[in-house]
């Protein structure tokens, strides 16, 4: 897949812990797909993918990747949503596999090289499985960890965002919807004008914005 500029960035980046807050339709699914493809296909791997919800992951990511592994898949487990590859010059596999966040404690145990959870501001107690499930999970492999979301008011997301400021390990990258040149200006310059103010930031400009316990922002 073609990948905009801005994409390139994130995916040059060689920070352990990357941090994706993004505007919508900026384009992270396809970042998403090909970092899972550039790793299964280097060398052996065990790559995690995590949605909100299983239906999600089925939905958002597990038709894409088929396609983009197309040719390299020595088996597609449907039920499970994973895939296994074959891998350039090599003799060994890597495992894809697609979750949802809601069933995150079945992963306790297991090893990782990659873990992408997508939509981080709409997981429910995330530190919590983050710490406690997925984070170990990367410990034998000093694996890597590529987070991706929109903003959803000042939760978890808008905490991990600034892990940056105090772990070397972390870095975090903000765009906007405008950051993807496959999009039409137009287009986002008409969900400006027919969405409210807070509502545009939030979800095309990606900007943190406490939108809970108000009433009426719109009246005028």
Known sequence: MLLHPKQNEVGADLHRFR?????????????????????????????????????????????????????????????????????????????????????????RGKRNDLIIPDEVASYRNFWSGWNEVLRPTLTDTRGEGLFLSTPKGYNHFYDLCNLELKDPDYKTFHFTTYDNQFIPVEEIDKAKRELSQEQFLQEYMASFQKTSGLVYKEFS
Do not use: H
């Not at 396809?30 to 995590?50: D, F, W």
């Open 19 to 107: 941090v994706l807050r993004c505007g919508r339709r900026f384009g992270k699914t396809t970042l998403a797909a090909e970092e899972i493809k550039g790793l299964a296909l280097s060398k052996p791997s065990n790559i995690l993918y995590v949605a909100t919800t299983y239906q999600q992951a089925r939905d958002i990511m597990f038709e894409m990747l088929k396609n983009e592994l197309r040719g390299m898949a020595k088996s597609v487990n449907e039920s499970r949503l994973e895939i296994r590859t074959r891998v350039l010059n090599s003799e060994k596999d890597s495992l894809v596999q697609l979750r949802g966040w809601e069933a995150i404690e079945t992963e």
